[in-house]
């Protein structure tokens, strides 16, 4: 009990050193030619539709100097001039699970990452934290310890006790993302379920977040979550209440191994789940490279990762970087950074796999609405 409460209060101080005074994180500020690339416009278009009142104005940054606009501000600029279709009346957010049993594999920054690059497209997005462990909470702003009780999780769905996640979703800091937060109790879910098992052995245990999320996928785009390390009752509620898997996998021998026995335990449990079983059908399931690096031991573990999976790797990797890890340290991501924090080479290196994917989810979801019965 000491060492865990001796613990808590270091990880609080650091916090308190790095980030400022609740609410802590602060979305980045973005350049109007940022604001241009983002929406597909020359700077000079950009300027006259704010001139006229069609778009933000941003905010003057002295005499001479380009404006800068919040983020809400590049929100809507963006989703004001994009090109991209629409989320049509009547069809519902999909529903993408970023899984892996092996913890290590960037399965939370993907999943952060991802969340806020699709916002960058236009997209409101619903992060659900389903790691005890609390680490996308933590990303998105939150202190699992200390900003996060009980009911504001998972767990009232897993008690029984709520039928939806109205009393969870709470908004970040990052527009347009929101967030169902984690702590460590959601690791007496597994308890939860259990018991209402010994009291009606008809109870479809592996429908609780399916059913929970029902309410709320008319007011989002696309729900992410980050899921557990293992396969408990967690980890099933949300591969079943998903439309679509990515697995991160780093290409090295551990890691793909590991992904082997993803598949096969999943395929198990599957298989003994009615209505999965005659019923599931994901829009697509996708094995990401991620931590890739350029030596000969994880050419030969890409090659494998090739052979085992063929055209399910996606053709983006995300690269070993000192720069995320180091937006890691900071409780950030690549897009809480700006090109002036880091050398701009190695900040692109790792910021375009990341849009890449973005690019390829979110022509998922067009793919989607526009075949949804």
Not at 92 to 107: H, L
Not at 327 to 343: G, P, Q, R, W
Request: glycine share 6%.
């Amino acid at each position: 009990m000491a060492l865990a409460a001796q613990a808590e209060n270091v990880l609080d101080q650091i916090r308190d050193a790095m980030l400022e005074p609740y609410p802590r994180k602060k979305a980045p500020m973005f350049t109007s030619a940022s604001v241009a690339t983002l929406c597909g416009l020359d700077k000079a278009r950009l300027k006259y539709l704010s001139a006229n009142g069609k778009l933000p104005a941003g905010t003057s940054r002295g005499a001479g100097r380009a404006k800068e606009y919040t983020l809400e501000e590049a929100i809507v600029c963006i989703q004001a001039t994009s090109k991209r279709p629409t989320r049509p009346p009547g069809k519902r957010g999909r529903v993408y699970a970023i899984a892996n049993f092996k913890g290590g594999v960037t399965k939370t920054t993907t999943t952060v990452a991802t969340a806020q690059a699709l916002s960058l497209l236009g997209r409101r997005v619903l992060v659900i934290d389903s790691d005890p462990q609390g680490s996308s909470t933590q990303l998105l702003g939150y202190s699992p310890e200390t900003e996060v009780n009980d009911d504001q999780t998972l767990l009232p769905l897993f008690y029984g006790e709520a039928s939806s996640l109205a009393g969870s979703i709470r908004e970040t800091y990052w527009h347009n993302v929101d967030l169902v937060p984690a702590s460590i109790s959601l690791s007496d879910s597994d308890f939860a379920v259990i018991s209402m098992l010994l009291k009606d052995r008809h109870f479809e245990f592996w429908d609780i977040l399916n059913k929970g999320l029902a309410a709320h996928l008319n007011d989002y785009d696309v729900v992410i979550i980050d899921t557990p390390p293992a396969l408990g009752q967690i980890t099933t509620n949300c591969l079943a209440a998903a439309d679509a898997i990515v697995l991160p996998c780093p290409p090295e021998g551990l890691d793909f191994a590991s992904s082997t026995q993803f598949w096969r335990l999943f395929s198990e449990v599957a298989r003994r789940l009615p209505g999965v079983r005659e019923h599931k059908r994901y829009d697509f399931v996708n094995v990401l490279m991620t931590k890739a690096k350029n030596t000969e031991q994880s050419r030969v573990v890409q090659g494998w990762l090739q052979k085992a999976y063929g055209t399910r790797v996606l053709p983006i990797s995300i690269p070993d970087s000192s720069v995320q890890a180091g937006a890691a340290a900071m409780l950030s991501t690549i897009y809480d950074l700006s090109k002036s924090d880091v050398n701009s080479q190695s900040y692109a290196r790792i910021r375009e796999p990341f849009d890449q994917l973005a690019d390829y989810l979110d022509s998922q979801l067009v793919r989607a609405w526009a075949r949804e019965v």
